[in-house]
């Protein structure tokens, strides 16, 4: 049972690069969310899609692009990074958005921005 | 405006018995989330309520009082597999996001 599967694992970036995280699912899930979790914080949610070719901004979306071409996968992209933009990535999906359907969460992608 | 409290470090000794307290000040409620996460891995869903009282899953516990905006994950005959990280989260209504607390690190000793 793969689940939630993310690529890469770790990058390491240099300030103003540009870099595609991959997020992928096996379960069928309408919801596709991508959250960045920083030391002392919690979760942030970044950009979600509630369904294939739908997407809409979170908390903290400024610096960050998203696609939802196929259900199955979530593509974040950072245009041109920086270092505030250094934090563990993490890809989540869920069944439904309103009930008691958790989120099922990849390993995540360590990402450094030099 | 949100905010989620949960203490940032809890030690507790194995075979005993640990008290994880959350609360939260949202605009709206519509269920908490408790997850646990160890170090460098995904979190992973615990327990879910919706409604005032006590769930019991196996070992783990979690009760919710709305009125009172508290929420508490109970761990019974702690384990040294159970030193990691618990997260609360609250969905405030109908538009699918969870606000996240930072999470209750917890150390479990022999």
């Known amino acids: 049972n793969a689940g939630v599967t993310q690529t890469p694992k770790f990058r390491v970036l240099k300030t103003g690069q540009s870099m595609t995280l991959l997020c992928a699912q096996d379960m069928n899930h309408e919801y596709m969310y991508w959250y960045r979790q920083d030391p002392g914080m919690g979760l942030r949610l970044i950009h979600y899609?509630?369904?294939?070719?739908?997407?809409a901004k979170g908390e903290v979306p400024d610096g960050y692009n998203v696609s939802r071409l196929k259900k199955q996968n979530f593509l974040l992209g950072l245009e041109s990074a920086a270092p505030s933009q250094t934090s563990v990535y993490f890809c989540?999906?869920?069944?439904?958005?309103?009930?008691?359907?958790?989120?099922?969460f990849g390993d995540g992608t360590r990402l450094s921005i030099l | 405006g949100q905010n989620i409290d949960q203490p940032t470090e809890m030690t507790a000794t194995e075979g005993a018995i640990v008290q994880i307290n959350c609360t939260y000040q949202t605009s709206g409620f519509n269920g908490l989330f408790w997850y646990q996460q160890h170090a460098g891995e995904a979190p992973t869903f615990l327990s879910y309520n919706v409604l005032d009282g006590l769930e019991e899953k196996g070992r783990f516990s979690s009760f919710l009082s709305r009125s009172k905006g508290y929420s508490y994950l109970l761990l019974k005959e702690l384990q040294m597999k159970d030193s990691a990280s618990y997260l609360c989260?609250?969905?405030?209504?109908?538009?699918?996001?969870?606000?996240w607390g930072a999470g209750t690190k917890l150390i479990i000793k022999p």
């Open positions: 989540a999906s869920s069944a439904q958005g309103w009930s008691n359907q958790p989120q099922h």
């Open positions: 989260a609250v969905r405030e209504d109908s538009n699918y996001q969870l606000i």
């Open positions: 899609s509630v369904g294939e070719g739908t997407t």
